[in-house]
């Protein structure tokens, strides 16, 4: 089955997702002729690889379950212009290290490094890391982290950066987590990339989303609570 990657664009103008009113937007999908975010399109774990180094673009997308392209208008050529990829990380680190020998690929990924250790705040972090497998005591401890860690991270408006969020609050965390199964315990990403809606995919893959959250709950009780 032949992949359709989504489009993001980079608005020239001032944009508010539709679905969450954050804003404004450095990059954004359109449904619907309406602008959203890429946390509520479910992008928002995948980081930008900007074009230029063709075997390292090459690599990370071979390698990313999930990868978007990155355009932006051009009001000179009334076109749109493709500004590189959105791959998943991993990806991306095992294409850089696939491109040792570039020097340049190698500074990037110091850079990326140090940009992620300064966005996370760490006392957000370990206290969401803890409410996670309070709540879901069978959680893998380093699945609690990564969560808590993607949630967290400053700037973004995710989970752990709202009031809800910052207070542990139950039904926040739990959206968190619920967010974090979806990608990497579930076909979601595989559903995206074979042009499978967004909502579509949510609906297909949720009974398994409960199924893990239940599991992590230990108790058999209901994973929405």
């Not at 340049?104 to 006392?123: C, F, Q, S, Y």
């Not at 803890?130 to 967290?152: M, N, T, V």
Request: aromatic share 4%; proline share 4%; hydrophobic share 40%.
């Amino acid at each position: 089955m032949d992949l359709v990657a989504p489009v993001v664009v980079e608005p020239l103008k001032r944009r508010r997702c539709s679905e969450c009113h954050r804003g404004p937007l450095e990059r954004m999908i359109l449904e619907f002729n309406a602008p959203v975010c890429l946390d509520c399109a479910d992008l928002g774990h995948l980081v930008f690889l900007p074009r230029g180094d063709t075997a390292l673009t090459r690599r990370a997308r071979e390698g990313s379950a999930l990868w978007a392209v990155v355009v932006r208008h051009n009001r000179r050529r009334t076109r749109y212009e493709r500004q590189g990829l959105l791959v998943e990380e991993a990806a991306l680190a095992a294409a850089e290290r696939a491109c040792l020998a570039d020097a340049e690929a190698r500074a990037r990924r110091r850079a990326r490094d140090a940009e992620r250790r300064a966005v996370l705040d760490a006392e957000v972090t370990t206290a969401l890391r803890a409410e996670i497998l309070r709540l879901f005591p069978s959680c893998p401890a380093d699945r609690a982290g990564e969560i808590a860690a993607h949630a967290s991270a400053k700037g973004s408006g995710r989970v752990g950066r709202t009031a809800a969020g910052r207070s542990l609050d139950r039904d926040a965390v739990t959206a968190a987590v619920r967010a974090g199964v979806r990608h990497v315990d579930t076909p979601y990403d595989t559903l995206l990339m074979q042009g499978v809606p967004r909502h579509q995919a949510r609906t297909r893959v949720a009974p398994a989303i409960e199924a893990v959250l239940r599991a992590w709950r230990g108790d058999g009780g209901d994973a929405r609570g």
